[in-house]
């Protein structure tokens, strides 16, 4: 059995302004460092053995501050980016949901349908990650993997098997404890994602 402890870093700008981030590197806020503390503080009596993160922020502020504080190893991977969004980065998101209202609501119901101009899919992202977390599953340990949102809730599905969703976010929780039995992750999307990337005709 692998447990493995989902972290959603600490809020941004952007977080607070309700704009996608995505693969965009944004420094913490001083509320942001805050909840990071929160976290720490919540993870003393987890059994984490090593930190997996992004390289970009503020993923790996948030891990390199949980690592240094509880003495855990922490350990970057590209693998683990955010979703690139392409050239919705940096919209606020009710802007994409007034100009592109079917698009919104079909990237809301079924996100591994859209491309956003210029970014990347559900199941390209997700099938990186696999190749990243595919030994630490097979060694049954227990680990933590800070990633950003949309990204985080995205593994969190593929991790416990249900379709992916984008806008749950753990229920607002900032820390996620998922048991495994160490099987790979298996991303089970439709085949046809390239004949329905709807946001590449915006």
């Known amino acids: 059995m692998s447990t493995i402890v989902l972290v959603r870093p600490g809020c941004t700008d952007f977080d607070e302004q309700s ?19 929160e976290i720490t503080e919540s ?42 969004h392409g050239l919705w980065q940096g919209l606020p998101v009710d802007e994409i949901r007034r100009k592109f209202p079917k698009v919104y609501k079909q990237w809301q119901e079924s996100p591994e349908t859209i491309c956003p101009p210029e970014g990347e899919t559900v199941s390209e992202v997700l099938e990186r990650v696999e190749k990243v977390l595919r030994k630490p599953l097979k060694k049954r340990t227990s680990f933590a993997v800070v990633v ?46 390239d004949e329905k990337r709807e946001g590449e005709n915006l």
């Open 19 to 37: 704009r996608i981030q995505g693969s965009l590197d944004l420094p913490l806020n001083r509320r942001g460092e805050d909840e990071v503390d």
């Open 43 to 84: 993870l003393r009596d987890q059994p984490v053995e090593v930190v997996y993160t992004s390289p970009g922020e503020p993923a790996r502020s948030t891990a390199s501050r949980i690592g240094g504080k509880l003495g855990i190893p922490v350990k970057e991977k590209d693998g683990l980016n955010n979703l690139n």
């Open 148 to 193: 950003s949102e949309p990204l985080a809730t995205l593994l969190s599905c593929a991790l416990k098997g249900i379709r992916p969703e984008l806008f749950s976010a753990g229920n607002g929780n900032r820390v996620e404890i998922i048991e495994t039995n160490g099987q790979p992750i298996t991303v089970k999307l439709p085949t046809d994602c």
